[in-house]
T-cell receptor, first 115, second 112 residues
Framework: GAVVSQHPSWVICKSGTSVKIECRSL??????MFWYRQFPKQSLMLMAT?????????EQGVEKDKFLINHASLTLSTLTVTSAHPEDSSFYIC???????????FGSGTRLTVV | GESVGLHLPTLSVQEGDNSIINCAYS??????FIWYKQESGKGPQFIID?????DKRQGQRVTVLLNKTVKHLSLQIAATQPGDSAVYFC???????????FGTGTRLQVTL
């Protein structure tokens, strides 16, 4: 089946540094990818929609200069958390639309801890 | 039983019993609905989906019911097993190309 590979699975970084999270579609081309954030015991909140070859669309309240999204190819989207702060600590999950028939598939998530 | 409060709603069922997890969705224009299972520290795993032109769809041990009149979705799991213990989310979208909006989630605990 369609697989989205997300790396790293966890990362610890110092406050003020930047962290990049990668999301790759392994056996299909993903023109659209979605980035979610999930705090403990809460639901997934959509941060942005990433479109290959164009600028990402951010949800209201999400700082686009802080959460940089790049979708330079049909198989790779990246989320960079810039100048990370402890409040950015969360579980970040990417998702890709596989097709009209198969819907969406999700990455395994990245646990970010900012210390 | 169910509990709602500051924590994730929790449904406790005995192994072998049937589970019913409910979800109220908000957008009357939504026409695509999905149930996901999420285990601790992992991404959501697809369980079953349904389009708005249907009111019931069955999979292996799972059934999704859709009531568009009251904007309600339910997931029924037959013969619940310990491996079913997880958090379950419903998600709604408009078509299969749009972004998804996730519900608050329900934790299913299967007791032996």
């Amino acid at each position: 089946g369609a697989v989205v590979s997300q790396h790293p699975s966890w990362v610890i970084c110092k406050s003020g540094t930047s962290v990049k999270i990668e999301c790759r579609s392994l056996d299909f081309q993903a023109t659209t990818m979605f980035w979610y954030r999930q705090f403990p015991k809460q639901s997934l909140m959509l941060m942005a929609t990433s479109n290959e070859g164009s600028k990402a669309t951010y949800e209201q309240g999400v700082e686009k200069d802080k959460f940089l999204i790049n979708h330079a190819s049909l198989t790779l989207s990246t989320l960079t958390v810039t100048s990370a702060h402890p409040e950015d600590s969360s579980f970040y999950i990417c998702s890709a639309r596989v097709s009209a028939l198969y819907g969406y598939t999700f990455g395994s998530g990245t646990r970010l801890t900012v210390v | 039983g169910e509990s709602v409060g500051l924590h994730l709603p929790t449904l406790s069922v005995q192994e072998g019993d049937n589970s019913i997890i409910n979800c109220a969705y908000s957008n009357s224009a939504s026409d695509y609905f999905i149930w996901y299972k999420q285990e601790s520290g992992k991404g959501p795993q697809f369980i079953i989906d349904i389009r708005s032109n249907m009111d019931k769809r069955q999979g292996q041990r799972v059934t999704v019911l859709l009531n568009k009149t009251v904007k309600h979705l339910s997931l029924q799991i037959a013969a619940t097993q310990p491996g079913d213990s997880a958090v379950y989310f419903c998600a709604e979208g408009t078509g299969t190309a749009s972004k998804l909006t996730f519900g608050t989630g329900t934790r299913l605990q299967v007791t032996l």
